[in-house]
């Protein structure tokens, strides 16, 4: 079996609209949580989003490519971008090579915004028919969760394979699971994967928060994973997209390596629509740990879902000490999220390039928001910034539906 490796990251998330500056932003414990200003949420519950701020899609799109396409497509477009040119595949003498290749990109709830800017046109029923503006012609492209991989495979022009997976949350982390098996059964071209959503919305915020998972909270701390006062999830938007390669090929091509990812699991809990379950998510865990060939012993760090839900984030902890054991007490775990809010899909996606780069930087990430963390959720988790010699992580993603996906990574040495 081939060795698959990350040559390019590109990444628009609440902290920064490039992967670089994001990390950055990590490292220091920056918030991406403010007050939602696409719509008037001055009458509801839910205060705070994590929003793309200062985003140019101009820089990526044509006018007319803007107006015909939905923002999380905007969003994949420019990481996609970014993340082939930090991995050469724009070069002129690299064109061939990533012609050949693919694209999967993840997303819970593509082309949402467009549907409900489209709803808005209806008249209520008692007004005349007439009154009614017409419908574009290109709601449903833009608004398909596949158009997200097809426009990049339009951009970059890649001709080979191409799919969009909608997995509730685990979407990102799936697209990237996915095209790391395509890979490392000799698959030959290089693969864009990754996750994309736009979903600062009063569909999706009426919609989570009448599920009961959304937080109440009024400003940046309103993200707490593990904390005692936790609430439910910030929503989020933004995207990620990294480029899979073979080993051999990235090192002939004199690319830059951020990880190598060495294995993938899935599994479904087979138990309810909206309620986690450890054992599910254990399941995923060992998987992934199986498929890489490592034991629990070998895990350096955990880069977990940890969303700030009451169940989500005991379920798993619980989880994780059926897998850990004794060390899961030990074992530092990060919880990005607290810092970005919840991206959906796009969320796995960004944290297996997070975790990448713990590995390479040798970083254990923060987790904010921490003040007094819940007795169920007895994890080692990182509160500051810290050095560490790591050479193996952890990244794992839940979704509705008990679907859950999990990959384990490696230091590139």
Same mark, same amino acid.
């Given at each position: 079996m081939k060795r698959v490796v990350i040559t390019g990251i590109g990444a628009v998330t609440p902290l920064a609209n490039n992967f670089a500056e994001s990390w950055k932003a990590l490292i220091s414990g920056q918030s991406g949580v403010g007050p939602i200003s696409r719509f008037d949420a001055s009458a509801l519950?839910?205060?705070v989003a994590g929003e793309v701020k200062g985003f140019d899609a101009a820089r990526f799109l044509a006018v007319k490519e803007q107006r015909r396409l939905d923002p999380f497509v905007h969003y994949a477009v420019a990481? !996609?971008?970014?993340?082939?040119?930090?991995s050469g595949l724009? !070069?002129?003498?690299?064109?061939?090579?990533?012609? $050949?290749g693919g694209v999967i990109v993840g997303s819970s709830r593509g082309g949402i915004s467009t549907i409900e800017q !489209?709803?808005?046109?209806?008249?209520?029923?008692?007004?005349?028919?007439?009154?009614?503006?017409?419908?574009?012609?290109?709601?449903?492209?833009?608004?398909?969760?596949?158009?997200?991989?097809?426009?990049?495979?339009?951009k970059l022009g890649i001709r080979g394979h191409c799919i969009g997976i909608s997995n509730a949350c685990?979407?990102?982390?799936?697209?990237?699971?996915?095209?790391?098996?395509?890979?490392?059964?000799?698959?030959?071209?290089?693969?864009?994967?990754?996750?994309?959503?736009?979903?600062?919305?009063?569909?999706?915020?009426?919609?989570?928060?009448?599920?009961?998972?959304?937080?109440?909270?009024?400003?940046?701390?309103?993200?707490?994973?593990?904390?005692?006062?936790?609430?439910?999830?910030?929503?989020?938007?933004?995207?990620?997209?990294?480029?899979?390669?073979?080993?051999?090929?990235?090192v002939r091509r004199n690319a830059a390596?951020?990880?190598?990812?060495?294995?993938?699991?899935?599994?479904?809990?087979?138990? #309810?629509?909206?309620?986690? #379950?450890?054992?599910?998510?254990?399941?995923?865990?060992?998987a992934a740990l199986a498929d890489a060939g490592v034991s629990a012993g070998d895990i350096d760090c955990v880069n977990a879902h940890a969303t700030g839900t009451v169940m989500g984030d005991a379920a798993e902890c619980g989880a994780?000490?059926?897998?850990?054991?004794?060390?899961?007490?030990?074992?530092?775990? $990060? !919880?990005?999220?607290?810092?970005?809010?919840?991206m959906l899909g796009a969320s796995g996606a960004f944290e297996i390039a997070v975790a990448a780069m713990s590995l390479r930087e040798g970083i254990l990430l923060?987790?904010?928001?921490?003040?007094?963390?819940?007795?169920?959720?007895s994890v080692n988790t990182t509160l500051v910034a810290a050095r560490a010699d790591l050479r193996t992580a952890l990244s794992s993603s839940f979704g509705f539906g008990g679907v859950n996906a999990v990959v384990v990574l490696k230091r590139f040495d």
């Open positions: 519950p839910w205060k990481a !996609a971008l970014m993340a082939a040119e930090g724009l !070069a002129a003498d690299n064109s061939d090579y990533a012609a $050949s !489209a709803c808005a046109l209806f008249p209520p029923r008692e007004a005349s028919e007439k009154n009614r503006r017409r419908v574009s012609s290109y709601i449903m492209p833009a608004s398909t969760t596949g158009m997200a991989s097809s426009f990049i495979a339009q685990a979407s990102g982390a799936n697209a990237v699971g996915e095209a790391f098996r395509l890979i490392r059964a000799g698959y030959p071209g290089p693969i864009a994967a990754g996750g994309s959503e736009a979903v600062v919305c009063r569909f999706c915020l009426e919609g989570y928060g009448a599920a009961g998972a959304l937080s109440k909270g009024t400003d940046a701390s309103s993200s707490r994973p593990f904390d005692k006062r936790r609430a439910g999830f910030v929503l989020a938007e933004g995207a990620c997209v990294l480029i899979l390669e073979e080993l051999d090929t990235a390596i951020f990880g190598e990812i060495t294995g993938y699991g899935t599994s479904v809990d087979a138990f #309810h629509q909206t309620r986690p #379950h450890s054992e599910g998510e254990a399941r995923a865990l060992a994780m000490e059926r897998i850990f054991g004794k060390r899961a007490p030990a074992i530092p775990v $990060s !919880a990005v999220k607290s810092m970005t809010g919840h923060p987790t904010i928001n921490l003040t007094e963390q819940d007795p169920r959720c």
